[in-house]
């Protein structure tokens, strides 16, 4: 089992950054996928981005491609996401999530929520216009 930790979110001016980190509990944080998510008020949960167990192969959400970075340590047992030039549409709760692969059998895309085993409790980013 692995526990999650997310930190760094905050109240940000349109256009501005802010780089929020998750830290991962347990020796065995290479092992998992790992994925940003964000909750809006009043709406479902989406899919951010994700990045794999090595940090070869990173995936993101069309609403925020060229803008985030996912990228991880896993010396650090830690992975980031590094949002720039944020709208106020990014506002939300932002969750970091661990995949094992093995929820189901099949094929992964690590962008959908039952895909992932483990989740933190979320940081709130605030973007004002």
């Known amino acids: 089992q692995v526990q999650l930790v997310e930190s760094g979110g905050g109240l940000v001016q349109a256009g501005g950054s802010l780089r929020l980190s998750c830290a991962a509990s347990?020796?065995?944080?290479?092992?998992?996928?790992m994925g940003w998510f964000r909750q809006a008020p009043g709406k479902d949960r989406e899919f951010a981005a994700a990045i794999s167990r090595r940090g070869g192969n990173a995936y993101y959400a069309d609403s925020v491609k060229g803008r985030f970075t996912i990228s991880r340590d896993n010396a650090k047992n830690t992975v980031y996401l590094q949002m720039n030039s944020l709208k106020p549409e990014d506002t939300g709760v932002y969750y970091c999530?661990?995949?094992?692969?093995?929820?189901?059998?099949?094929?992964?895309?690590?962008?959908?929520?039952?895909?992932?085993?483990?989740w933190g409790q979320g940081t709130q980013v605030t973007v004002s216009s």
């Open positions: 999530a661990a995949s094992t692969g093995t929820l189901f059998s099949g094929n992964y895309s690590y962008t959908r929520n039952n895909e992932y085993d483990y």
């Open positions: 347990g020796r065995t944080f290479s092992s998992y996928a």
